[in-house]
């Protein structure tokens, strides 16, 4: 049972029709993206008119309005597709919207959101640096006001989807001497005089899906551009990602079931000894293991997602399931490969690709060692 049956049948429906496009629209076109680490713009084009960008916007700014159960159920559907094209899409609907529709004000959300929901407008979120990455407390971005602007200096680095993006979503100190309090968020468009885009960053795995520094050089941008009040930028960065945890878990589900049936197949059609691998009990408790982790993450995505929807702040159980889902896939994918023999090292199957994309999720929206910190940090709170 996946995410989508906690959902209406309206957003289940949603599901389907997303499944029949990555089926029919990404898949054919993912050895191509794994090969050129890019998404082809007809992909892009198709994306849009399906309306994948604007999933999670609300419908009075021209999306579908999807809340967290929506999302995660659409996650987990794209988690069977081409990794670096459902994070471009699952960034864009997640993190990097979030900020804006949980601060802005009606005229903010109006100038960016109809355009976002459209697709015209990719979105990207920017709180590391390069001193500032499990511990983003002591990022050094500054963002002064002046008169009815602020200037903006400072870099951000591996930032997702700054390749197509043109709204960034962008975390600056505003007071110092406040510490956390003193972080705020801003939306800087692309065009900005004084901001620029790095190269995009060769990577392990995530192909087509773009990941650059940004740069900020006496960077102005008006104080219409400032999200809820100064000071907000760290708790709203926090919440942001608490979500965000809950739909990586999600999307790794996804990706478990994907790998659990092409290794069930394998081992129906492939014999060796004179026996498919399927009746080699070995392999059955292989595959058996790899359901029993897939089940697990699903319940501790699921109570995490029950509980954000409640209201609740949800951090134990966010990072409860990251740290399990995300450490789950790596078992699992690696089982996939073991299974699959030599054919599991092949690119054919693809089985390779997804063992390279597994390795970010461990990694990206706080690592495996943070959320343990996090979990133990509120077990031990006095
Ligand atoms: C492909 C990719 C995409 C990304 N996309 C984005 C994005 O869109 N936006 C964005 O803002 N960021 C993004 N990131 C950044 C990502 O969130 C950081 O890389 C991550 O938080 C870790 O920070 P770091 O790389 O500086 O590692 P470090 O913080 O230097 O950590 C190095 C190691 O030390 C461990 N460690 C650090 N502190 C502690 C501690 N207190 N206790 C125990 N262990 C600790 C870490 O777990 C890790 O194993 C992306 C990163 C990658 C690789």
Redesign the pocket.
């Known amino acids: 049972m996946g995410f989508d049956m906690s959902v209406s049948a309206e957003v289940r429906l949603l599901c389907d029709e997303v499944a029949k496009f990555v089926r029919e629209q990404v898949d054919p076109r993912s050895r191509w993206i794994e090969e050129n680490d890019a998404i082809p713009d007809d992909l892009m084009q198709l994306a849009r008119d399906m309306g994948l960008f604007g999933l999670t916007i609300p419908e009075e700014y021209g999306g579908s309005g999807l809340d967290l159960a929506g999302k995660c159920a659409i996650e987990e559907v794209m988690g069977r597709t081409n990794y670096g094209f459902a994070t471009l899409i699952g960034?864009h609907t997640g993190i990097s919207t979030t900020g804006i529709t949980a601060l802005g004000n009606v005229e903010q959300k109006q100038r960016f959101l109809p355009k976002m929901a459209s697709g015209e407008w990719v979105g990207?979120?920017?709180?590391?640096e390069p001193q500032a990455?499990?511990?983003p407390a002591s990022m050094r971005t500054m963002a002064v006001k002046k008169g009815d602007r602020y200037v903006l200096n400072g870099e951000?680095i591996?930032?997702?989807n700054a390749g197509p993006a043109h709204v960034f979503t962008v975390m600056a100190i505003t007071d110092k001497s406040k510490g956390i309090k003193g972080i705020s968020v801003f939306v800087i468009e692309r065009d900005t005089p004084g901001f620029s885009v790095g190269k995009n960053e060769l990577?392990m795995g995530?192909h087509g899906c773009t990941?650059a520094p940004l740069s900020f050089t006496d960077c102005e941008v008006p104080a219409a551009n400032l999200l809820g009040a100064e000071g907000m930028g760290y708790v709203q960065a926090m919440k942001t990602l608490t979500a965000g945890r809950v739909t990586v878990s999600a999307r790794c589900c996804g990706m478990m079931d994907k790998l659990i049936d092409q290794t069930a197949d394998y081992m129906k059609t492939r014999t060796q000894g004179g026996k498919r691998l399927a009746d080699h009990q070995g392999l059955q408790w292989m595959l058996a293991d790899m359901a029993v982790a897939r089940d697990a993450a699903r319940g501790l995505t699921q109570r995490a997602i029950e509980v954000l929807m409640r209201g609740e702040r949800g951090t134990m159980e966010a990072s409860t399931a990251k740290v399990f889902s995300t450490e789950a896939l790596g078992r699992v994918v690696d089982a996939a490969v073991q299974i699959h023999g030599g054919m599991g090292y092949m690119r054919e199957v693809g089985i390779e690709t997804t063992f390279r994309d597994a390795r970010?999720v461990r990694?990206?929206?706080?690592?495996?060692?943070?959320q343990r910190?996090i979990i133990a940090g509120l077990l031990l709170k006095d």
């Open positions: 960034n990207a979120f920017a709180l590391t990455g499990s511990d951000k591996y930032i997702t990577k995530m990941t970010i990694i990206y929206e706080g690592t495996s060692e943070i910190n």
